[in-house]
């Protein structure tokens, strides 16, 4: 395999340039402000659009030219990264661990620190359960935010209208949206592909809808509020101290900080087990039932695997996981309405699990980490900021067509496990 040729490759980044132009044109050339008379005033930005064309002419050449490269160097040594991936992965996992467990001390207690860091394993937790459906199993789920919602809700309820803790409710949320799983599973039985993912994309908004129109039992757009805040063992956190509370029981100085980093654990604690469950159930029948299920189905059931067992298991236990951040979700913000269970959170979340590898836990949790707190990154950037975190979602792909963590270790081997390539696996389409 040669080299790229350089004149095809200016070719290809000028086109790349052309299209750039056609969209930005009218997305960054033209825009409308209030003027000083209350107006509308249309302004000429060219010049934005002129750098950002230069900047696709420039990464486009530069890209076609290096994969070109990467392709003759992949030919003569295609074990190198492989090995080396492998080698920073058994470093890199208990690194983020020791990181994580540590981090209230690290950040000597910041609020936006821990805040932040509670959202990434929200989302940590959403797509290791999300995995279990599309990286394992390889079901293409497009409406994963429905059991989200469902386990959000389900706290919100039971706790407001029957009084119950946060940590009976906890595992009766899970068991709820494990059952819409069940039930979304078998109307999919015998689908597979872009059908799967339709029909999986439409529950999650007939969920959504449901949610916005029962307004006697969801409050509708209103949402439900008051949520009752989850405790330590019965002492609550209460900000004035005294008899009863968590700061008086320990007789530390009352801070609003502690139920912050209560919550940090908690969120914390629930990834944990999400990430413990998984891989226990992938080194069991179960998981390696999953992984037939993902590579081929038609030979999945030659081997006498019940398929429809092997898909509903995979759906709910996925959404349990995903109703158990729905409720902690649901504790943490004291409040719940349908805006927060939208299209875009599934995406997001597929997209986490497809960037960090299908079937990776460590490539997951590095993929909420670059993907939420990238946001937080970028939020200086203002206009530009969703431009700049698209693309460089897009390198992120081109340069890691298989995910950041791209290799995987077999669920059962014979002698030593060897990590093998993301390429000889799934690509989870159903």
């Known amino acids: 395999m040669g080299r790229t040729n350089p004149v095809a490759a200016v070719k290809d980044a000028a086109l790349a340039a052309l299209v750039a132009f056609g969209l930005f044109a009218m997305m960054v050339g033209l825009r409308t402000e209030i003027g000083p008379e209350g107006a509308l005033v249309l302004r000429q930005r060219w010049g934005d659009v002129a750098i950002l064309c230069g900047l696709v002419f420039l990464?486009?050449?530069?890209?076609?030219?290096?994969l070109g490269r990467r392709r003759v160097a992949a030919s003569t040594k295609p074990g190198r990264w492989?090995?080396?991936?492998q080698q920073a992965g058994r470093l890199f996992a208990p690194a983020m661990l020791a990181v994580a467990l540590t981090l209230p001390v690290l950040s000597g207690g910041d609020r936006y620190i821990l805040d932040l860091g509670i959202l990434v394993l929200t989302y940590v937790m959403l797509g290791w359960g999300l995995n279990i459906v599309?990286?394992?199993a390889g079901l293409l789920d497009l409406g994963y935010v429905a059991f989200y919602g469902i386990g959000a809700y389900s706290y919100a309820l039971l706790a407001t209208e029957f009084g119950l803790s946060f940590w009976l409710c906890l595992p009766l949320a899970g068991i709820l949206a494990a059952f819409w799983g069940v039930l979304l599973g078998f109307p999919v039985l015998r689908l597979r592909g872009d059908y799967l993912a339709i029909v999986t994309?439409?529950?999650?908004?007939?969920?959504?809808?449901?949610?916005?129109?029962?307004v006697s039992l969801t409050g509708g757009p209103n949402g439900i509020a008051g949520i009752p805040r989850p405790s330590f063992f019965g002492l609550p956190f209460s900000a004035a101290g005294g008899e009863g509370s968590f700061a008086g029981f320990f007789g530390l100085e009352p801070s609003p900080s502690h139920r912050v980093i209560f919550?940090?654990?908690?969120?914390?604690?629930?990834?944990l087990l999400t990430n413990w469950v998984t891989i226990r159930l992938r080194r069991q029948p179960l998981g390696r039932a999953w992984e037939a299920l993902r590579e081929d189905e038609i030979a999945c059931r030659a081997l006498g695997i019940n398929v429809t067992v092997t898909k509903l298991s995979a759906f709910a236990i996925?959404?349990?996981f995903g109703g158990f951040a729905g409720a902690f979700f649901a504790t943490r913000q004291a409040f719940v309405s349908p805006e927060s269970f939208t299209f875009i959170e599934s995406a997001i979340i597929l997209a986490?699990?497809?960037l960090g590898g299908l079937g990776s836990q460590v490539g997951v949790a590095v993929a909420a980490l670059v993907m939420i707190g990238g946001f937080e990154v970028f939020r200086d950037l203002g206009d530009y900021r969703m431009l700049v975190f698209g693309g460089a979602m897009v390198v992120i792909m081109v340069l890691r067509p298989r995910g950041l963590v791209g290799t995987r270790t077999p669920s059962i081997a014979l002698g030593e496990k060897r990590a093998i390539s993301g390429e000889l696996v799934g690509e989870g389409h159903g």
């Open 263 to 271: 919550l940090y654990y908690l969120i914390l604690g629930l990834a």
């Open 201 to 214: 994309l439409a529950f999650g908004e007939i969920i959504r809808v449901v949610l916005l129109n029962w």
């Open 352 to 354: 986490i699990v497809v």
């Open 134 to 136: 599309v990286g394992l």
């Open 59 to 66: 990464g486009r050449l530069l890209l076609t030219l290096w």
């Open 318 to 320: 996925g959404a349990m």
């Open 82 to 85: 492989t090995a080396r991936l």
